[in-house]
């Protein structure tokens, strides 16, 4: 069974649509792209994947539970890092850690926390405090903080956003890390060269999403050389 399979999945804002019409399935191992431009749906979109937000329309399961009431149980198998970073500024990278393993009940909490910090290269920042991070440490931790409870489900909402070329390549090595191991992630971003290295995607254009396909299709679909130039494409109205 898919971890994620839903279809036809929408929300509206104040009468206005956010979302129409999304149909997405990931599979263990699967890293899926969320690809379009600013106010498309992509935060909408995994927010509700995510048990967030209540979606208006739409059917199907997320961790085995439907979409429409994605309960604890569920919720517990799924990892979900927003855009913004959201630490608590007065607690220390090892605190982070500790209190996320607490609140999430994970087993052998120290023996984990201190995988944790080693898998991500934590260990020159344990002692401090999350204000004093720089936005790429910052990222890191809540990184670790996300896996900390091995998520089966994976949902990152621009990750890589404002990151230095280095962190970049980490958080990537890191994703495909977890996929390898079964780990299902769906990730957004604006960065097509990024988007490029998802296997599959999903573009969102003015609400609707195209559907499920491969970076090299949608190129295809237009007779465009990249998945950038396919994109500008269809912004431009080549294929609404
Ligand atoms: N809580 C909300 N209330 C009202 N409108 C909202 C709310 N959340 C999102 N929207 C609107 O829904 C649309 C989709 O927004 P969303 O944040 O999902 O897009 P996005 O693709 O993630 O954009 P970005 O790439 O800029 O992060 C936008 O028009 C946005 O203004």
Redesign the pocket.
């Known amino acids: 069974m898919p971890l994620v399979a839903v279809k036809g999945l929408g929300k509206r ?2 009468g ?1 649509d ?2 129409r019409a999304v149909t997405l399935t990931v599979r263990s191992g699967e890293i899926v792209g969320l690809v ?10 995994l927010r509700m994947l995510a048990g967030l937000l209540h979606p208006d329309r739409g059917t199907g399961t997320v961790m085995g539970a439907p979409i429409a009431a994605i309960r604890t149980r569920a919720r517990r198998q799924i990892g979900y890092m927003g ?1 913004r970073t959201a630490l608590y500024p007065e607690l220390s990278v090892a605190e982070t850690l500790r209190f996320h393993a607490a609140v999430h009940g994970v087993p052998s909490a120290s023996a984990r926390t201190a995988e944790v910090i080693e898998s991500y290269g934590l260990g020159p920042v344990v002692a401090t405090r999350c204000a004093t991070l720089s936005g790429g440490w910052a990222r890191r931790v809540q990184f670790a903080a996300t896996v900390l409870a091995r998520p089966k489900l994976l949902l990152l909402d ?1 990750p890589t956003a404002g990151l230095d070329v280095a962190t970049r390549r980490d958080l990537w090595n890191w994703m495909q890390k977890l996929a390898a191991d079964g780990c299902g992630i769906v990730i ?1 971003t ?1 960065d097509l060269a990024e988007a490029e290295r998802c296997p599959a995607i999903l573009l ?1 254009h003015g609400g609707a999403a195209h559907p499920q396909t491969t970076p090299a299709a949608v190129a295809a679909s237009v007779g465009a050389a990249s998945l950038e130039a396919a994109v500008l494409q269809i912004a431009d109205g080549g294929m609404a």
């Open positions: 804002f104040a206005r956010a979302v379009g431009a600013n106010g498309g749906g992509k935060t909408t979109t855009q621009e957004s604006h969102f």
